[in-house]
């Protein structure tokens, strides 16, 4: 889009992307040298379609080998390509692991990270025996007896504001001073549909491995190596080492990124 007047510059506009990927084959959100990345990957396209150096924000970052059902992201543009029109051109170029499902103006001042009011991860476990092989991308399986019950009350205790230190794993990439482990939870369940069981968690943000971690120790709840009121215990605890392992990250998807005030697309 152009600004009234003759020899005015084109104006930037502040576009808002809605984008799926199967993070399978990539290292990961985050630009890395040599490593194959989502936003590395979408940096490029949008580079040589509009021949305009991108900086490209997104919500947060997703590791490797997580999934994405609707990542958010905002880059500036002068370019005057229509907003479906640039959103087809992307899916013409990009690999198709890799999706736009949207793109739409937003104000100047929007940004992905800041104002997201709030992100949903679901973490989807495969409890039949033999997890097929079309879903193994996108499951972990574990086939072991669970008390599921016990595993949701122990995912109730998680809503609220708290110190979510013992379900973070360092990031080395983080300053120090950036480095407030609180978080608040809207909701924490999990549900049985068919062979899965899904953990589904909304939050006003989540720290480094967060929801991988906990889920590790909610299984460790189903197996009866922890109780379910022992979650209170380990949140007080404030140590990693309180908490379970990680558990692999195929079976992690972000769901969604919420903002307020922000028309559908």
Known sequence: MLTEGAGDSPRARNLLLRLAYDGTDFYGWQIQPDRPTIQGTLTEVLQNITGETVHLTGSGRTDAGVHACAQAANVRLTSPIPCPNLAQA????????IRILSVQEVPPDFHARRDARSKVYRYRIYRGRVCPPWLSRYVYPFSYPLEEASMQVAAGVLVGTQDFRSFASTDESIKEADR???RTIFSSTLERTGEELIY????SGFLHHMVRNIVVTLLLVGRGSLAADQIAEILAAK???AAGPTVPPRGLHLVRV????????
């Open 90 to 97: 992307l899916n013409d170029h990009l690999p198709e692991s």
């Open 200 to 203: 589904t968690v909304e939050g």
């Open 239 to 241: 140590d990693r080492s």
């Open 258 to 265: 919420e903002y307020s005030n922000l028309p559908d697309p």
């Open 180 to 182: 407030s482990t609180v």
